[in-house]
């Protein structure tokens, strides 16, 4: 079965704090993406990566920044977190393919105080 | 205007309703009609999707494209308290990286 883990389920950190949220996938894919989910607004893409070492913007960049050194490794990174940056932080991946499916982590809720 | 708009609910119906879930996009050149169902504290799954115009049926679920009115569907039939979760939409155009989702409609099917 395959999989995208996300090492962190849920998290508690302060503001000012730097936080590594690192994603895992074992499918071979290219393509990897950082989303926030929040209530009433949706899935919005934060950065994405369809490479080892690239990395593109995605529509929500401020605050974050990203680091693909495998293939199969997506991390996000907060500088210095913020409380306005207390979300649902989703990674995903896929294959090229016509029909772009994207998988999935199960998401790392993140509380910053 | 947002590329795609979908109403959020909540929705709560009895079970054994039809249940339509909706979405309209701007973009002319989306080919590819997602459907994600997510759970509560889980990530989005790949529901079903269509390409370009028309339906789908896969079970219980109905995909339906209506590229001329830029209008997307998703139909459930005998719903099942199981399909309580929130679904989320997101056309593609073929060959782009990115993905837009529709703001996910939040249903509860009522036992």
């Known amino acids: 079965d395959v999989k995208v883990t996300q090492s962190s389920r849920y998290l508690v950190k302060r503001t000012g704090e730097k936080v590594f949220l690192e994603c895992v996938q074992d499918?071979?894919?290219?393509?990897m993406f950082w989303y926030r989910q929040d209530p009433g607004l949706g899935l919005r893409l934060i950065y994405f990566s369809y490479d080892v070492k690239m990395k593109e913007k995605g529509d929500i960049p401020e605050g974050y920044s990203v680091s693909r050194e495998k293939k199969e490794r997506f991390s996000l990174i907060l500088e210095s977190a913020s409380t306005n940056q207390t979300s649902m932080y989703l990674c995903?991946?896929?294959?090229?393919?016509?029909?772009?499916?994207?998988?999935f982590g199960a998401g790392s809720r993140l509380t910053v105080l | 205007q947002k590329e795609v708009e979908q109403d959020p609910g909540p929705l709560s119906v009895p079970e054994g309703a039809i249940v339509s879930l909706n979405c309209t996009y701007s973009n002319s050149a989306f080919q590819y009609f997602m459907w994600y169902r997510q759970y509560s504290r889980k990530g989005p799954e790949l529901l079903m999707y269509?390409?370009?115009?028309g339906n789908k049926e896969d079970g219980r679920f109905t995909a339906q494209v209506d590229k001329s009115s830029k209008y997307i569907s998703l139909f459930i039939r005998d719903s099942q308290p199981s399909d309580s979760a929130t679904y989320l939409c997101?056309?593609?155009?073929?060959?782009?990286?990115?993905?837009?989702f529709g703001q996910g409609t939040r249903l509860t099917i009522n036992p």
């Open positions: 499918m071979d894919h290219e393509n």
């Open positions: 997101a056309p593609l155009i073929q060959g782009a990286q990115k993905l837009v």
């Open positions: 269509t390409y370009s115009s």
């Open positions: 995903a991946s896929y294959k090229e393919t016509g029909a772009n499916v994207l998988t």
